[in-house]
């Protein structure tokens, strides 16, 4: 199997919205390779102090200090600089990508990407808007036929890059029991925390609105101000879960990219404080959420406390962003590095519904279970049973121990043992239990899970059982046909 190197780059400032948007196409662009049995590898470089995120979604980081850390140990810039753009050198160099993701600034937050492009096969950028004055300048224009590709991601086409769709979100009832909350809920988020005024603004909304709201808090990675806790306030240090979303009932936000764009697209009402930015216009962005009944904007604290209780339609929100782009994305980065023909199978392979058993299962079991169906049935049994982590090596044990068995036969066989298991909660013991049958070649899969259902329907405790059956088998000595009969 041929291996693709992918390196994202998503250096950011004040907040985590490049490296949110890069982590969001990486999800994707792992998932395409996994259904097309290609071999992905997924850096990230970043200096977003929030570079946990990417190890939560499971890709490898490669972090550098902020410009905002830097500040605070009293470097000087030149410092950072000379540094910065060596380590970004020496780190692409190292990796040796065949596509480069990079997000928004085409030569980097300080021009560090020129001497890099070279050393990828493919280039992307991803350009998300940014201020006219911005875009225009003969710098960013210049850069720009450097890449083989530039996604935007507000085009009718591709539309924003999310790191969830809406298929991805716990329930309403499972999202609020997970927040711990009981009353209507707000969501308060001033971005990545790194804000002056963050250390002042957000502690003194909490103070407001604990009274009549249970109160999630985004401080953000960047945030050093005091925190709130107590009752009625759930304050999370870095960020909270787009996943948990579908538990809110109203939101509190800045007007960043993402948020503003997650916001929406999970129908959540929002009161927006824009903040200024040197390139990004969070102040246009937002009023197209006044305009579209989906939110509201203030000017003062006191404007937010009173638009929460009208803060907009949590229909209006899902129709002004009604996609995520982050599929086409992927497909779009990719193209020159995997076959068009390959694209467009994958492309109509990865409906939600593969989506969702892909990422619960993983791409082996999948196979193994024999398909889609097959895969959710095996879900359904695990389940019904309890059982998690425990449930792939089971079955995978099942695999080993009877080759010549295909998907309907394992996972025939697990539905006769996963309730005979059960009843023990003992998961691990049954998993010990599985390993210590030899490979077996004529043994019927189907009569052993029936051989052993009947011999464990007697048992009390599956340490004992392991021990007996060990006994009599003896190492390969006595048939396991045998044994089970005996000890039936």
Known sequence: MSRLVVVSYAINGRGMGHLTRQLAILRWVRRIGQALDRKVECWVLTSSEADTLARREGFPSLKIPSKAMFRDAQ???????????SWVLNAVAGLGPDLLLVDTFPGGSFGEMTAVLELARRRVLVARAVKPEFEHQAGYQALLPLYGRVIVPDETDVGPILLRGRGEVFSREEARTRLGVTRRCVYVSLGGGGDPAAGQVLPELVARLRKDWDVIVGAGPLYTGPEIRGAGVVWMDRYVPTELFAGLDAAVSAGGYNSFHELMHHGVPTVFLPQARIADDQHLRVQTAGAAGAGRVARTLDEVVSMLEDPGSSQAARELVPLNGAKKAALAALEGLIPASELAEVDALLDDRYVRVLDRVGPELLALCGG?????????????HGVVDEGPSLLNALDRKFPAAHGDQLLSAAEVLFPVWARFDDWMGAVSLLRAVPTQRSYAIAEFARDMAAWLASQEDLFDALRDFTRLEGRGRKPVAAVLSQLS
């Open 75 to 85: 470097m000087e810039p030149a410092r950072y600089l000379r540094v910065a753009r």
């Open 372 to 384: 889609v169906d097959g895969a959710e049935r095996f879900l359904a049994l695990c389940d019904a």
